[in-house]
């Protein structure tokens, strides 16, 4: 099992930036991707961005492209969701996830991760 822990939530006016960071610990080893996954209130879920472990390759959602930044830690266990130019639009609960095992899901889809955290809540003023 990985354990996720989301931080760096918070207010931030439109135009603004944040930047997430999730926190892995346990069998750490076994992550091959962490993506990041929000919902906003009333809304179905949607994937953010998502990041492969040992190559860096990334992908991004069309409507945070350009706009956010997935890295990665290995060192610290660490993804990071650098946020900006930020719309209210994205005000949501983002939540962290990694994928530990093999899937044909692709890394968009919420079935492709098996450990979450429990989210981190961003909200935008305009």
């Known amino acids: 099992q990985v354990q996720l822990v989301e931080s760096g939530g918070g207010l931030v006016q439109a135009g603004g930036s944040l930047r997430l960071n999730c926190a892995a610990s346990?069998?750490?080893?076994?992550?091959?991707?962490m993506g990041w996954f929000r919902q906003a209130p009333g809304q179905e879920g949607e994937f953010a961005a998502a990041?492969?472990?040992?190559?860096?390759?990334?992908y991004y959602a069309d409507s945070v492209k350009g706009r956010f930044t997935i890295s990665r830690d290995d060192a610290k266990n660490t993804a990071y969701l650098q946020m900006d130019s930020l719309k209210p639009e994205d005000t949501a609960v983002y939540y962290c996830?990694?994928?530990?095992?093999?899937?044909?899901?692709?890394?968009?889809?919420?079935?492709?991760?098996?450990?979450w955290g429990q989210g981190t809540q961003v909200t935008v003023s305009s």
């Open positions: 996830a990694a994928r530990t095992r093999f899937t044909i899901a692709a890394m968009g889809s919420p079935r492709a991760y098996d450990n």
């Open positions: 346990g069998r750490t080893f076994s992550i091959d991707a």
């Open positions: 990041i492969t472990w040992n190559s860096g390759r990334t």
